[in-house]
């Protein structure tokens, strides 16, 4: 009796500190949400906002249009490069950081998320001094003669893919530490002794017992970076539009809140749906490791 009066009391006490932030979410995420997809179903009037309505017009207007297409696959494409990207460059100094003994690690560690302590505008203007036509590298190339004239580097989707990686690489690493740092370096050393070279520890060891980072990591980036806004707009521009920019100017240009509000559903389901998906892959890979390394050890 006792017991459950402690467990009672205790899920009281839980409920107390989760309720109001339970609340909060509902009121600043989910009403808007659900308004949101509320006026997705409405009717566009020029010159009247929009009338109130039951219909599938907007999805179907995206969703059959090649315009609004390009930019739906054109944005999964700059997301999942820069989340590969960030996963190659990340990896090694995530695994760095695990095994390094050096007193400056939490200051390497402080350099890595000191990035995100500066607004994006400001990294972008960074970025545009590097990829304009007078910037950095096209006199770079021009000075050493391997162009004639400058190239268009601005507002095209390897500017925007590199440019979103910067922002989103230290979440990357920050994720892959905090799993590669609990593997067990005795696990490596062993492997070393019997034989099995670099790769072959990193292939059999460090990769499978990193996968949950590894997902993590990828999963996590990959949504910052499909639903990125002010990187693609700068460096991006009007040539490379991605969802969030382009949903936008629908409803701050257009005043096409019903379609920008489909749009917006739209991204949040296919956002989902590949999320969901990647898990999906990610899972079964994982099995088949662990599967592969109850065999070796039979």
Same mark, same amino acid.
């Given at each position: 009796?006792?017991?459950?009066?402690?467990?009672?009391?205790?899920?009281?006490?839980?409920? #107390?500190? !989760?309720?109001?932030?339970?609340?909060?979410?509902?009121?600043?995420?989910? !009403?808007?949400?659900?308004?949101?997809?509320?006026?997705?179903?409405?009717?566009?009037?020029?010159?009247?906002?929009?009338?109130?309505?039951?219909?599938?017009?907007?999805?179907?207007?995206?969703?059959?249009?090649?315009?609004?297409?390009?930019?739906?696959?054109?944005?999964?494409?700059?997301?999942?490069?820069?989340?590969?990207?960030? /996963?190659?460059?990340?990896?090694? @100094? &995530?695994?760095?950081?695990?095994?390094?003994?050096?007193?400056?690690? #939490?200051?390497?560690?402080?350099?890595?998320?000191?990035?995100?302590?500066?607004?994006?505008?400001?990294?972008?203007?960074?970025?545009? #001094?590097?990829?304009?036509?007078?910037?950095?590298?096209?006199?770079?190339?021009?000075?050493?003669?391997?162009?004639?004239?400058? @190239?268009?580097? /601005?507002?095209?989707?390897?500017?925007?893919?590199?440019?979103?990686?910067?922002?989103?690489?230290?979440?990357? !690493?920050?994720? /892959?530490?905090?799993? %590669?740092?609990?593997?067990?370096?005795?696990?490596?050393?062993?492997?070393?002794?019997?034989?099995?070279?670099?790769?072959?520890?990193?292939?059999?060891? @460090?990769?499978?017992?990193?996968?949950?980072?590894?997902?993590?990591?990828?999963?996590?980036?990959?949504?910052?970076?499909?639903? &990125?806004?002010?990187?693609? %707009?700068?460096?991006?521009? #009007?040539?490379?539009?991605?969802? &969030?920019?382009?949903?936008?100017?629908? @409803?701050?240009?257009?005043?096409?809140?019903?379609?920008?509000?489909?749009?917006?559903?739209?991204?949040?389901?296919?956002? %989902?749906?590949?999320?969901?998906?990647?898990?999906?892959?990610?899972?079964?890979?994982?099995?088949?490791?662990?599967?592969?390394?109850?065999?070796?050890?039979?």
């Amino acid at each position: 009796m006792k017991i459950k009066k402690q467990q009672n009391t205790q899920a009281y006490q839980v409920g #107390s500190l !989760i309720g109001p932030t339970t609340l909060l979410v509902t009121v600043m995420f989910l !009403i808007p949400l659900l308004n949101f997809l509320r006026n997705s179903f409405n009717v566009f009037v020029p010159g009247q906002f929009m009338q109130t309505a039951w219909t599938l017009e907007n999805y179907h207007k995206f969703l059959t249009d090649p315009y609004y297409l390009s930019i739906l696959g054109r944005s999964f494409y700059i997301a999942f490069s820069a989340t590969l990207l960030a /996963l190659v460059m990340g990896f090694p @100094i &995530a695994y760095f950081l695990a095994r390094t003994k050096s007193k400056w690690k #939490s200051i390497i560690i402080m350099l890595i998320v000191f990035p995100l302590l500066v607004g994006n505008i400001i990294r972008d203007v960074g970025w545009i #001094s590097l990829f304009s036509g007078t910037g950095l590298i096209n006199r770079f190339l021009l000075d050493i003669g391997v162009v004639q004239e400058p @190239i268009q580097l /601005l507002q095209t989707p390897m500017a925007v893919i590199i440019a979103i990686t910067n922002v989103v690489l230290p979440y990357m !690493i920050l994720t /892959l530490h905090s799993v %590669l740092e609990r593997i067990d370096p005795a696990l490596e050393e062993a492997a070393y002794d019997l034989g099995a070279s670099r790769w072959t520890v990193m292939k059999s060891i @460090i990769i499978p017992l990193g996968i949950p980072g590894i997902m993590a990591g990828t999963l996590f980036v990959f949504v910052l970076s499909i639903n &990125a806004y002010t990187t693609p %707009l700068v460096i991006g521009g #009007s040539k490379v539009q991605m969802m &969030a920019p382009a949903l936008y100017s629908q @409803i701050s240009e257009v005043s096409n809140w019903p379609l920008g509000a489909a749009m917006a559903v739209i991204l949040i389901v296919f956002t %989902l749906l590949s999320s969901t998906i990647y898990l999906r892959i990610i899972e079964r890979m994982s099995m088949n490791v662990r599967a592969a390394g109850t065999e070796v050890k039979g």
